[in-house]
């Protein structure tokens, strides 16, 4: 269980750094589990240590130093008030050209909302990846 906890951490870390990483976590293991009373199994001594230690990723971001971001911590408020603001337009376009379009078609309501529904969601998707890149 130890072995998975830490290949778990290490798998997200640079590979220059993952031994090292490796065997500090191995050790801090060992010396948490020793300080635990000893009328608990090993078993039990284990998962408490590695409950203690918490999610793995998130012990391997403290390792990294630095987080990685698809979009930095100093734009997230503006990339989304980009994305707001561009599917809203898209939802308002889409409703419109569909809805003119409708009224001079001859398919049924069924066809209509199948289609409406297959545009929006496509528009939304190109919108995010455009925003995104």
């Known amino acids: 269980m130890i072995d998975r906890y830490i290949y778990a951490v290490t798998r997200k870390l640079p590979e220059k750094s993952r031994e090292e990483i490796a065997n500090e976590i191995r050790e801090l293991i060992l010396d948490m589990i020793e300080d635990i009373e000893d ?16 999610d793995p990723e998130k012990l391997a971001s403290q390792y990294r130093g630095k987080e990685r971001y698809l979009i930095g911590p100093n734009y997230i408020d503006k990339y989304i008030s980009v994305m707001k603001i561009v599917s809203l337009s898209i939802f308002i376009g889409i409703s419109i050209a569909l809805g003119i379009g409708g009224v001079f078609s001859a ?23 455009w925003v995104t890149v």
Do not use: N, P, R
């Open 39 to 54: 009328t608990v199994s090993e078993e039990e001594k284990i998962e408490k240590v590695l409950k203690i230690l918490g």
């Open 107 to 129: 398919g049924g309501i069924i066809d209509f909302i199948g289609s409406y529904i297959d545009a929006l969601i496509s528009a939304l998707l190109q919108g995010a990846a």
